[in-house]
């Protein structure tokens, strides 16, 4: 099977979501799966296929939120800079980066679902987000604040992501991790700036509200 166009992932989204506001940053609305399961069995069904990976770009969730809140009340933060928002899913954190008024918003994520995702995001809320699909991890390109929302939930893939991340921090950029608990979040290496009480889905997460903070990476 051979992968699906633009048009083909966008009608996949409009077919198997709905626009609904962010729970805890309902200025913002995205196109969300209504019942996590649902999404889930068709995606295996029409695209597993070609391998695609599970749709994590259909849900708003708890880390992107509180990231997303904290971008929103603290504007100055990202106000006329450049933004990375790292492994992105659904756009929820670069669309707040740019409704924020960063001067360029970049919202990365290896599944071209996502990157679909979030343009017809950034279009919904009126944002510019520029959305890629290339691996970013270990690049360096300049960016004033990278922001990155739960990536915390496997060992070695977290240990590989904060580990670039420190780099990016050593040498100036603002580093913002939006994390529910995951169990590889390096907490010595952060400090906390805000926390938030998510509420979530028992589909995806172990229970419905989520304490979940905003945490600023120290540079080394």
Wanted: aromatic share 8%; glycine share 8%; with cysteine.
């Amino acid at each position: 099977m051979s992968p699906p166009s633009v048009a083909d992932r966008a009608a996949f989204i409009a077919a198997h979501t709905t626009v609904f506001p962010v729970p805890n940053a309902p200025e913002l609305r995205l196109h969300l799966a209504g019942e996590a399961t649902a999404l889930w069995q068709k995606t295996e069904e029409e695209l597993g296929e070609i391998g695609l990976p599970p749709p994590f770009w259909a849900f708003a969730w708890a880390g992107g939120q509180a990231l997303a809140r904290y971008i929103l009340d603290n504007p100055g933060l990202v106000a006329g800079r450049r933004v990375l928002d790292f492994a992105s899913g659904s756009g929820l954190v670069a669309v707040a980066a740019a409704r924020a008024g960063a001067a360029k918003v970049e919202a990365a994520d290896i599944d071209v679902f996502a990157v679909t995702a979030i343009g017809l995001n950034a279009a919904l809320n009126g944002a510019v987000v520029a959305a890629r699909d290339d691996d970013v991890l270990d690049l360096d390109e300049g960016w004033d604040v990278v922001l990155a929302g739960d990536i915390c939930y496997e060992r070695d893939l977290a240990a590989r992501v904060i580990a670039w991340l420190t780099v990016l921090a050593g040498r100036g950029a603002t580093v913002l991790i939006g994390d529910p608990g995951r169990s590889y979040l390096p907490r010595e290496r952060l400090r906390a700036v805000a926390s938030y009480d998510i509420a979530v889905t028992r589909e995806l997460e172990d229970s419905e509200i989520k304490h979940t903070s905003v945490w600023r990476l120290a540079d080394g």
